[in-house]
Nanobody, 121 residues
Framework: QVQLAESGGGPVQPGGSLRLSCLVTGHMYRMYCMAWFRQAPGKARAGVAALESDGTVTYADSVKGRFTISKDNAKNTLYLQMNSLKPEDTAIYYC???????????????WGQGTQVTVSS
């Protein structure tokens, strides 16, 4: 049974940084794409960043140059380094994993419970 668990969220001031972690338990198919999504109050869930099994990374335009997605296979952990945070980054952040096509469609099989990020002064 595969489970994803996010951590690292919390309150932060504009311009600050935060690193989110997603711990994977169970055995994940090595060809699965892993990604971060977020959902702000009153808005639809949106993709933030994705990391494919071959190392290809994709970012939403709104976070390019500020966020970095990476993984540590030895620790079974996916990361999202967030720098220069803005109030509009406030959202619940979710980790997801599945075939690339499912992740792109926002219909990944595996999701974490989410971690809250609040950017305010």
């Amino acid at each position: 049974q595969v489970q994803l668990a996010e951590s690292g969220g919390g309150p932060v001031q504009p311009g600050g940084s935060l690193r989110l972690s997603c711990l994977v338990t169970g055995h994940m198919y090595r060809m699965y794409c892993m990604a971060w999504f977020r959902q702000a109050p009153g808005k639809a869930r949106a993709g933030v960043a994705a990391l494919e099994s071959d190392g290809t990374v994709t970012y939403a335009d709104s976070v390019k140059g500020r966020f970095t997605i990476s993984k540590d296979n030895a620790k079974n952990t996916l990361y999202l380094q967030m720098n220069s945070l803005k109030p509009e980054d406030t959202a619940i952040y979710y980790c997801a994993a599945d075939k690339r096509s499912a992740v792109v469609a926002g219909a990944a099989r595996y999701w974490g419970q989410g971690t809250q990020v609040t950017v305010s002064s």
